[in-house]
């Protein structure tokens, strides 16, 4: 088993930046992909962006492209997201989401991931 914790949500005003931290914990021995996944107030979970087993294969939504930068750090566990130029509709909590039976363009479907965080809230204030 594999646990995931997130942290760094927070209350930002719009324009400012946040980042998201994901540590695994359990079984890291194996290597996993990684997805970042969001669900605002009476919506759906939504994919945000995801990494590959390698850091080179980067995934966004669209809305988040140029403004969000997912990021990994093996040594440590942990998957990272950058976000930069908020806006108040990025408010959501924000769930990271591991995989070891996927990789690629499967990476935005959140069927694919077999562990998910508890999540973390960020608010953007307008």
């Known amino acids: 088993q594999v646990q995931l914790v997130e942290s760094g949500g927070g209350l930002v005003q719009a324009g400012g930046s946040l980042r998201l931290s994901c540590a695994a914990s359990?079984?890291?021995?194996?290597?996993?992909?990684m997805g970042w996944f969001r669900q605002a107030p009476a919506k759906e979970r939504d994919f945000v962006a995801a990494i590959g087993l390698s850091a080179d294969n980067t995934y966004y939504t669209d809305s988040v492209k140029g403004r969000f930068t997912i990021s990994r750090d093996n040594a440590k566990n942990t998957v990272y997201l950058q976000m930069n130029s908020l806006k108040p509709e990025d408010t959501a909590v924000y769930y990271c989401?591991?995989?070891?039976?996927?990789?690629?363009?499967?990476?935005?479907?959140?069927?694919?991931?077999?562990?998910w965080g508890q999540g973390t809230q960020v608010t953007v204030s307008s």
């Open positions: 359990g079984r890291t021995n194996s290597r996993y992909s």
């Open positions: 989401a591991g995989t070891a039976r996927a990789d690629g363009s499967w990476l935005r479907s959140q069927n694919v991931y077999d562990f």
